[in-house]
């Protein structure tokens, strides 16, 4: 049987036994907690993971499975990236809190050249999370549900509840912009050099 087979008769039993909800949540609990925490943070993951199968439990009988060709987890997703939305700016402010204080580890002194790997990396990571945080929510969505979630276009679609092609074009918008910034880095560091 299929994932997407299988999500359908745990949620259609659901509707006549609620318990039954509960393998959804042992299915995809972890998948969905790990998006959270890289999202959110892991102090705000948990009430959001609660959060979202709350929601998924009340919102059970609008789980489409034609509409989601792999299972409940592009549903469950969506249903925690729009919780997410009240959680915004909290995320901007972490992302840029996180550009701030990427920097080296505790690094011995014999090795310079690794002091300078991770000064260089540092600052890359500041950068594209600098980049991160400014790009629309809507790209920012897309982006990171494919990156931190491995969601194909056509499960972000339904993540998000909307068409393909605009996936598409945010997905390409923010690699774009992710682009851009590593590029200006570049050519920052070599007119440094």
């Not at 087979?5 to 790990?34: C, K, N, T």
């Not at 990156?147 to 918008?173: F, K, M, N, Q």
Request: net charge negative; charged share 30%; hydrophobic share 45%.
């Amino acid at each position: 049987m299929e994932t997407k087979e299988i999500d359908a008769e745990l949620i259609g039993r659901s509707l006549r036994a609620p318990e039954d909800f509960a393998a959804v949540f042992e299915r995809y609990g972890d998948q969905v907690h790990r998006y959270l925490a890289r999202r959110a943070g892991p102090d705000q993951a948990e009430d959001l993971v609660s959060d979202t199968f709350l929601t998924a439990f009340e919102q059970r009988d609008r789980f489409d499975p034609e509409r989601s060709p792999s299972g409940a987890l592009p549903w469950l997703l969506g249903i925690a990236t729009m919780l997410l939305r009240s959680h915004r700016r909290a995320e901007a402010r972490r992302l840029r809190t996180l550009a701030g204080t990427a920097g080296l580890a505790d690094v011995p002194e014999p090795f310079a050249e690794r002091i300078t790997a991770q000064v260089d990396a540092g600052a890359a990571a500041r950068s594209l999370l600098r980049t991160l945080a400014a790009l629309p929510d809507g790209e920012r969505d897309a982006l990171l549900l494919m990156a931190w979630a491995d969601l194909r276009y056509e499960d972000i679609a339904v993540a998000l509840d909307i068409p393909v092609g605009t996936v598409r074009s945010r997905i390409h918008r923010a690699r774009t912009r992710l682009r851009t910034a590593l590029a200006e880095r570049a050519t920052t560091e070599s007119e440094l050099s």
